[in-house]
């Protein structure tokens, strides 16, 4: 099997290195969160610090599931457009234009099943329900998950997902080698400060036991405002038979021999 190296950067964010590709996915790389969005009622404070900057990974390519700042974060990006902003930049098409304003030249708008190559990793987008499917005025998605895709190796990034019919048999079809799941879930009191949930850890759990495919959990560490306790996740991984490789910020794990 072919062989890569896949760093944790917090959030949804990890470098994927194949050793002659490096793909970065939702680089959250400031806390721009903490200090534009703090309130009493939604206390974002970073439990851990970036672990380091864009520019320093050296990305080819970077990809990005859709809009909201720990995903596509100005402090990141805005930065890199001036320090480097020579990796080609995916995001859904309709969420474009901020990536002009803030200084990068090599923006590809991305669209459902429209797949991309960088090297030889391919990049499949495929659409992506943050609670629900969002369309702008062309269909096009406004969220998008992404298969990355090289030799025998097929990763699946969620980026901020819900599961929707059809999803299930798309990834059961496609035969993903890992997967990289959001676990932070989603409540009514969230709901109603507007913090938009994803699947949560029973969801992640059993989705990866049904397709017995592995999986990393991710947004579910840097925010106790919003995420869930590793033991918790691999509590429910035990339970369901799910086979959870936890990795935290800064860590690095090889692909290729997960299962």
Not at 26 to 53: I, N
Not at 154 to 162: L, V
Not at 173 to 197: Q, S, Y
């Amino acid at each position: 099997m072919s062989k890569a190296r896949l760093t944790a950067l917090g959030q949804c964010g990890f470098l994927l290195d194949t050793g002659k590709t490096r793909i970065v996915t939702d680089p959250f790389l400031s806390d721009s969160v903490d200090r534009m969005f703090y309130s009493e009622k939604t206390p974002w404070k970073r439990r851990y610090a970036p672990p380091c900057t864009l520019a320093a990974l050296k990305p080819d390519a970077v990809v990005i599931s859709h809009s909201h700042t720990d995903h596509m974060d100005p402090w990141t990006l805005g930065p890199y457009a001036k320090e480097d902003g020579s990796a080609l930049i995916l995001a859904p098409a309709p969420e474009c234009a901020p990536l002009t304003e803030w200084g990068l030249k090599h923006i590809h708008p991305a669209r459902a099943e429209e797949e991309v190559f960088v090297g030889k990793v391919r990049i499949l987008p495929i659409p992506c329900a943050h609670t629900e499917l969002h369309r702008d005025e062309r269909g096009d998605f406004r969220e998008l998950s992404y298969f990355l895709c090289f030799g025998d190796q097929k990763i699946f990034f969620g980026g901020d997902m819900s599961l929707y019919p059809g999803l299930e048999e798309r990834l059961a079809k496609e035969k993903p080698t890992l997967l990289l799941l959001p676990c932070n879930g989603a409540d009514e009191k969230r709901t109603e400060l507007g913090v938009i949930g994803n699947i949560g850890h029973r969801e992640a759990c059993a989705l990866s036991a049904s397709l017995r495919v592995p999986f990393i959990p991710m947004h579910h560490d840097l925010y106790d405002f919003n995420g869930c306790a590793e033991d918790v996740i691999l509590a429910e991984a035990e339970k369901t038979g799910a086979v959870c490789l936890p990795l935290h910020a800064g860590e690095t794990r090889e692909t290729g021999n997960d299962r």
